[in-house]
Every structure is written in C-alpha cells, then in structure tokens.
DNA sequence: AGGGTTTTTT
C-alpha cells in the first residue's frame, strides 16, 4: 500500500526547492515522517557533489522517535546505520558517511551553541511541531535566524556557503503561529497538506457529563465489551491512581482467562466448520471470486459480529470460506495498564498481541496521545481530561491540576481508532462542554514553565535582547524577566546589562538546568566534584517509585537508612541512595526493595557519566573521574556540600515563621515539623515540610533550602529540603543580604593598636522580605567618617 | 505518626 505523502512527491520537494521555509501537514499515518527524507535524498540532497552537500538533519521531541524513524528509513532505503544515522543524548551512531541524521531537538539546540550557521546541514525538518514542545519551539525560532544568515553568506560567497532550508511539519493544521508570525517568518511560508491514510472514526458524545469519569468509563467499556465486535478499546484517564482503579474493577468483572472448556468448545468447531467447508469447496463450479484483491488479508480470520445474552457470535473465515457460530463465554479482557513511570517491561506488554480469545484493553494516560501508538485500537473511550503541571511564575509554587483537555487533543485521542480500520470514539462528557468548555488548541509548553535554562541558553548564542527574538509563542514580559533575574543571582549573567559571564558561558555547556549548572561550577572543592556530580544527576531525574500504601513503614525505613549519618537534607540522602545503588551492583532488585525506579537510576548513572566527562573537558583544573564505589562524605564535606546546594537555590531559601516573627532569634522548641511553618520569599502564603522529607521527624530547621515547592490539596510542601546555617547567607546570598545598625551586646571588640577596625555583632537581613536573622559577627572598619563592614 | 505526581529533553 502507498503512503499518502508519496502522492505529495512532487508538490513537496517543487515546494523546497522554491522556498526557504515550507510547512508540511499530514496527521500520523501519512508518512510524512520516513517519507520526506527519502525524497529529499533520492533528489541528491546531502550528496557531496550535489548544489545542496550538507546532511538532511530530522529532529524529533522524543529519543525514543529518533532512533526508531532512523532504523525504519535505514531499512526503506537499504543504507546502513552509518549512513541513515541517529543522535540522542547518550547514542550516537554518526560517522564521516553520514547523508540523513534522526535526533532530538535538545540534540540540534546544543550543537546550534558550537555552530550556530548548522554548515553541516542542508535541510532542517522539525517534525511534530504541533506538539509545541518548548525545545521544537525555541529551535524553530532560531533556525528561523539561522536561515536569514546563511542566505546573506551565501549572496557574498555561494561557493563557499549555501542556503539552508528548513520544513517544519505538524499534525494539526495549527500553524498560524508559525506562518503569520512575520518576526519569524517576513514571507508566510507555503503549506502542503497531505492526506492521512487513516480510518473514519465516529464520535459520541454523552448526553450529560457525569461527576465520577471513572466509573463512567467503567459502564462503557463494559457496554462495548458486551455488545460491540472485536477490536481494542483504549481508554484515557488522567493518572496512576484512576488507572489502577480501573483496571481492578474490569479485571474482577472480565477475568483475564477464559474458561478453558470453552476455548476447547470453540477450536472444535472451528475445525468442524473447516472441514464442512473445505468439503463444499471441492464441489467442482464454485470458485471463489480470485480477482477480490483484499481478500488474501481475510482468510483464517476471525470476526466477533454480536453479542446477546452471553452469546457471541462469530464469522469465522477460512481458506475455503465463511462460517458463522455462536458460542457462549463472554470473551476475557486482556486489560493492561499504560503510564510513563511505568516500567518498560510493562509498558511493552501493550504492543504484544492480546491472549487468543480475549480482547485488549489499555487503561491509559496522556502517553497514548502523543509518544506510545498502540496497534489494534477501534475503541477509544475519552474522559476528555488531563493531569496538568502548573507553575505559578510569581511564586514559584507548582501545582497538579486536573482540567480539561484541549479539542485538538481530543481529536488526536479519536484518530487513536482509526489506525487499522473504521473506530469508534466515545467521549464521556457532552458536546455542550467540548463546544463551550474546551480550549482550541493546548497551551504550548513555553507558556507554562520557568524557562531560564532556555534563557541562558540563548544568552550564550549570543542572543542578549530576548524579548525580540522570534518566539512562535512569546513567553510572558514577566517568565522572561523572572529568568534573567534568577540567572543574575547565580552569577550567570550581568545584572545591569544582561550579558553573559563567564561563569555563565560555562553554566551553559552543562546539560542541566542553571541551578544545577551552577553547583557543578563551584563544586570543585574538597574533592567534592564527584558528589555534586552524582546529585546534580539524581536531582535532574525522576527517581522515586510510586509506593503501594501498605509498604508505608517499610518505606520510611528505608528513607531514614538512606539517609544515614546526616539527617538534614533530602539531597544528600538522594546522594546516598545513588550510592547505595552502585555499591549493591546497580540490580534491578536493589530498586525493587528501595523504592526506586529502576529506569531513572540507569538514567541517572549515564548521566553521571556524562557530566563526568563534561566536567574533565570543560575546565582544566578538573580532575575527575567515575568512581561506582564512591565513599560517602566526610563531615567537612557535607558541610561543603549544603553549601553548594545553597547556592544553587539561593533564590529558594524558606524560614521558619515563629523565628522571624521574633525577630530572628530564639523561637519555639518542636518535637517534629508537623504543622510548622516556613515564610517564602516570593510568597504570602505559608509552607510546611512534607511529610515524606527525611527532615519531618525531627526538630525543624531555622532555615532551610527547597528544590522544589508544591501545592497539595490542603497546604503547600517543600520537596527535597536541605537545612542550612543562617550565618552562611550573607556570604552565598549577598544579593539578597543587607545588614542593620550594629548592636550594643555583645559588645563591639576594638582592634588593639589602631581603633579603626571593630568587630560587632549585626543583625543581616535577608531576601525582597527583609527578614530578620540571627545575628552574625563582622567586621568592620572606618571609611573617613563612617564604619563599613569589610568585604 | 505522616501526603499523594503527566510528560519530555540537552
């Protein structure tokens, strides 16, 4: 069968040649993906020879989609993978051979820093721009620059530099924001549509929109199963938790098994129908129609028609015709569940074909939507929500919130039927809220997340103005500012001009957000590099395993022998935990019994690696290594190491309420954290230490740092706290930090010979609050009239 | 004793 893009052959590579920009559309199934390489290569793009010598470059949101689309079109063009060639963070399979190149668009946005002209490349394709990944959007925005520069190099010199071009392709017809956007693009792009070889699906709407989505989906599937013929049923709900409710209940309702009887029932006649037939067939003038071209797809198949009463009945097609029988067992559902913490073993379970006789049944989150396609689908059954993070820019507070989809999604939730054949999409909510409710398009990722890693990235391209650069979607005045403000206080910009430091230029070579970037640069100390390395790896990954209430004791045992001597910080447990791993052999049954995803220790440790080696290449006086076997750290390194941690969530420190309201001093005495409350610099509202943090139990810290802020359903948590010493903060916090009037007592100690140095007792206050600490010693000396505190 | 998380990526 010919994929529907390859009708679009000519129009689309026509379309390259004349334009710089041209926008594909094609929903999935199109074939837009393994196809358009391939034209562009068999027209002598990325040939040596050729007017257009550089590789045809694909980029992908997910690594998964890179190394995939690269084998699939490796084989298509019977090239090698030297040839047809991947790139994701940890695998590379380029070489000197290389003419088309799969990667991730974090990939290409870290080579445009080394060479932002891409003079390797000849074609950019971003492919599912639709999606509005925050990395598909920035990279589209700076191609957009890199096209308008290698243009003018190319009038001055067409044999040294030729043009660039560049395809983005999309799913959805959503690309006004990249064709109206006249920052982008001066001249709107061209847009080919192209057909998806895709089913119809038919949607349901429900009359009215019930309270409890779950048990709606629950009445549902059960109706299809009883009552609808063969096929998959995949249905979206918004979390872990939902899912395994459902399947409980549709496991307890259809037994994964059928009666083993009945299936000996059903064999038997199937084979008598067989037999009957193939003696029919051999009645001489009955010839089947052969020139029905489709119909050497159909024999030895099998077709549920109806269901009534317990009975199914089947046609049964074989190589000597068709069979209809009716047997009595309700076909088992194969239910399995499908979310991304899932682990791979299981989330594979779903491209396996269902047991005979039984028919599959994927209770899934969003995943299903965009990164996972599963085969077999005619049934799709749509809550029409979704789990969404939220960020509150001002504070900083993150939330979970359930909400409703958009109609694109839910479109792309529908086209989830019509994979194999004609489907069915039932959407449990009524067309009055998908009409009034729901938003056009979902809300691109660059508007709902901090984006200063973004920002200094951009910073180090060279890009000081980013307001002005050609965001599809431009981030809010005040996200942008927020980011610069916090790349400021980690020293990675110029706070009056906003121009990169070389700390900054550093920062911006490390594959990690500008907090962590930061501790990496300063952790160069003590010999505490490979610790700051392997937190900043465990910080950077997902790395707790959701945990079954009944090993609650269990688990919090294990948190505190994690945690070990130091009981202070949840970083520093994760460090010990990391450690632990490594030392136990890094085993599959270490994560099982500790509570860890097995998935993102492995991440975690090719991580390590990598910053590793980073670290070792970027800075001449590091010397460092992978040592599996690592020794935990000693008390001054531990202290050494909160420090660190300060300075990467300096902007992010919380004090207890009951210090500051007394002035920084004293305070109540508590046995644990339960109820105590910290004040936030960017917020009015009150924090507490979560329950889960290894710091709970004990007496709360005056002051602590948090790696992140939550807010529940009841209150606003920190997650992975580290206590620290108020004394530090006038040192790691000086932006943050100015001192008062110096007190009477203690009293100040002149130096003895001069008289013009003193060493006092102030109180600092700290943060946009000003609040109160406990007092510090400085000193001070005299300045013509006036004391001031020395550096 | 104690709360609750979707999904990606350099």
Redesign the pocket.
Same mark, same amino acid.
């Given at each position: 069968m010919k994929l529907p893009v390859c009708g679009e052959e000519q129009v689309i590579m026509e379309a390259i040649r004349n334009n710089t920009v041209v926008v594909i559309c094609g929903e999935t199934g199109s074939g837009k993906t393994t196809q358009v390489p391939q034209f562009l290569y068999e027209a002598g793009w990325s040939h040596p020879d050729s007017d257009n010598p550089g590789l045809i470059a694909i980029t992908q949101?997910?690594? $998964?989609a890179a190394v995939s689309m690269a084998k699939r079109v490796g084989y298509e063009l019977n090239l090698p993978e030297s040839v047809v060639s991947h790139q994701?963070?940890y695998d590379v399979t380029t070489s000197e051979k290389t003419r088309i190149k799969f990667m %991730?668009?974090?990939?290409l946005?870290?080579e445009l820093s080394q060479d932002l002209l891409l003079t390797k490349y000849s074609v950019i394709i971003i492919d599912e721009a639709h999606e509005r990944?925050? !990395?598909t959007d920035i990279l589209i925005g700076v191609v957009s620059r890199v096209l308008k520069l290698r243009a003018e190099l190319s009038r001055e010199d067409r044999a040294k530099i030729k043009p660039l071009r560049v395809v983005i392709m999309s799913a959805t017809l959503r690309v006004s924001d990249f064709t109206e956007n006249s920052t982008l693009f001066t001249k709107p792009p061209p847009v080919i549509s192209v057909n998806a070889r895709q089913y119809p699906v038919s949607i349901h709407f429900n009359k009215r929109t019930p309270e409890d989505h779950v048990a709606e989906a629950f009445k549902k599937v059960s109706k299809i199963h009883d009552r609808l013929p063969e096929g998959g049923i995949l249905i979206f709900l %918004?979390?872990?938790?939902e899912i395994q409710h459902l399947c409980k209940l549709l496991r307890e309702k259809y037994p994964s098994l059928p009666p083993k009887a009945a299936l000996e029932e059903r064999k038997r006649i199937r084979q008598a129908a067989e037999l009957e037939l193939k003696r029919d067939a051999a009645i001489p003038g009955e010839e089947s129609d052969s020139d029905d071209s489709d119909s050497d797809l159909g024999f030895d198949e099998e077709e549920l028609v109806s269901t009534k009463d317990g009975k199914w009945e089947y046609i049964y097609k074989c190589e000597y015709g068709k069979f209809t029988y009716t047997i009595s067992y309700a076909a088992p559902l194969h239910v399995l569940p499908l979310? #991304? #913490?899932l682990p791979t073993e299981a989330q594979l379970r779903v491209f396996q074909p269902p047991p005979e006789g039984t028919r599959l049944c994927v209770i899934?989150? !969003? $995943?299903a939507e %965009? =990164?996972?396609t599963i085969p077999g689908i005619r049934y799709v059954v749509d809550c029409g929500k979704?789990? &969404?993070?939220r960020y509150d820019i001002k504070t900083g507070v993150? #939330?979970?919130e359930v909400d409703w989809t958009s109609k694109a999604s839910a479109g792309q939730r529908a086209g989830r039927a019509g994979r194999t054949g004609p489907g069915h999409c039932y959407r449990l909510y009524s067309s009055a809220v998908f009409d009034h409710d729901f938003e056009q398009f979902s809300t691109p990722e660059i508007s709902r997340m901090p984006i200063e890693?973004v920002v200094l !990235?951009m910073k180090s391209m060279g890009i000081d103005n980013v307001v002005n650069f050609p965001f599809p979607t431009p981030p809010e005045r005040q996200t942008l500012s927020k980011a610069e403000k916090l790349l400021g206080y980690l020293g990675a910009i110029d706070t009056d001009v906003k121009h990169i430091t070389p700390v900054g230029q550093a920062m911006a070579n490390l594959?990690?957000?500008p907090r962590f970037a930061k501790m990496l640069v300063i952790g160069n100390q003590q010999d505490c590099l490979p610790f700051v390395i392997a937190i900043v790896a465990a910080l =950077?990954? &997902?790395i707790?395993k959701?945990?079954r209430?009944l090993m609650?004791?269990k688990?919090?045992e294990s948190q505190i022998k994690h945690a070990g001597l130091d009981r202070s910080s949840d970083i520093l447990k994760l460090l010990n935990v990391v450690g632990a791993y490594e030392y136990a052999g890094a085993t599959a049954e270490f994560c099982e019994e500790n509570f860890l995803r097995s998935k993102a220790m492995e991440e975690i440790r090719k991580l390590r690696w990598q910053l590793t080696n980073l670290m070792a290449a970027l800075f001449e006086n590091v010397d460092v290594w992978v040592d599996p076997k690592m020794l935990p750290p000693t008390k001054r390194q531990i202290k050494f190491l909160k420090q660190v941690i300060t300075a990467g969530f300096i902007d992010s420190v919380a004090i207890r309420k009951d210090v500051i309201e007394n002035g920084g001093q004293g305070g109540t005495r508590f046995k !644990?954290a339960?109820g105590v409350a910290y004040k936030l610099m960017w917020s009015e509202e009150e924090a507490f230490i979560?329950?889960?943090?290894i710091l709970? #139990?004990q007496e709360p810290p005056i002051a602590l740092v948090y790696n992140e802020l939550?807010k529940?359903?009841?209150?606003t948590?920190f997650?992975g706290v580290t206590a620290i010493d108020t004394k530090w903060l006038p040192e790691i916090g000086k932006e943050f930090c100015s001192f008062g009037r110096p007190l009477d007592h203690p009293i100040p100690k002149y130096s003895e010979q001069t008289k013009d140095k003193k060493t006092v007792y102030v109180v600092p206050s700290f943060g946009p609050k000003g609040w109160p600490l406990p007092p510090i010693q400085v000193e001070m000396h005299r300045k013509g009239t006036r004391w001031v505190i020395s550096a």
């Open positions: 949101p997910r690594r $998964v994701i963070r %991730t668009d974090g990939v946005l870290r990944n925050l !990395n %918004t979390g872990q938790n979310y #991304s #913490s899934a989150t !969003n $995943v %965009t =990164s996972v979704a789990k &969404e993070r993150q #939330s979970f890693g !990235n594959p990690v957000t =950077s990954t &997902e707790a959701a945990r209430r609650r004791k688990y919090f !644990n339960r979560h329950p889960g943090s709970y #139990s939550f529940g359903a009841t209150k948590c997650k």
